[in-house]
């Protein structure tokens, strides 16, 4: 068997410290998040958060949006939703931000049943 040269013993170990340190930051950062994280309650106060919280309401809605659309083709069923090639995740966040403002009583929900119930009313296949 051939030894493994010190260098990449110590590049290993490093990547590993930081794997395990990583960890850590992650679960202390996930124990300090609150319950109702995938409530529509928690969306809506994300998404209001400035800048930041826009950036993240965009991706996650970006995320739900391909998520949806994959399952689609994957299960071979027609889309339940038709949004336009034009629409833009941007303008998608914001038809969600507008759902999550005009219903609260809906926000005790899944944010997830919220934003598809919102694009098949917005964005029908006709």
């Not at 124990?31 to 993240?56: Q, V």
Request: proline share 6%.
């Amino acid at each position: 068997m051939k030894a493994v040269p010190k260098s990449e013993l110590t590049h290993a170990a490093t990547l590993i410290l930081l794997c395990v340190s990583s960890a850590s930051v992650f679960a202390a950062k996930a124990s300090s998040l609150p319950e109702d994280i995938d409530s529509g309650n928690f969306m809506y106060e994300m998404c209001k958060g400035g800048s930041t919280g826009r950036a993240e309401c965009v991706l996650y809605t970006a995320g739900l949006a391909q998520g949806i659309a994959i399952q689609a083709i994957a299960n071979k069923q027609t889309p339940s939703y038709c949004k336009p090639d034009k629409v833009t995740y941007g303008q998608v966040a914001d038809i969600f931000i507008k759902a999550l403002h005009d219903e609260p009583a809906l926000r005790h929900l899944p944010a997830a049943v919220i934003f598809y119930g919102t694009m098949v009313k917005v964005f029908p296949c006709e």
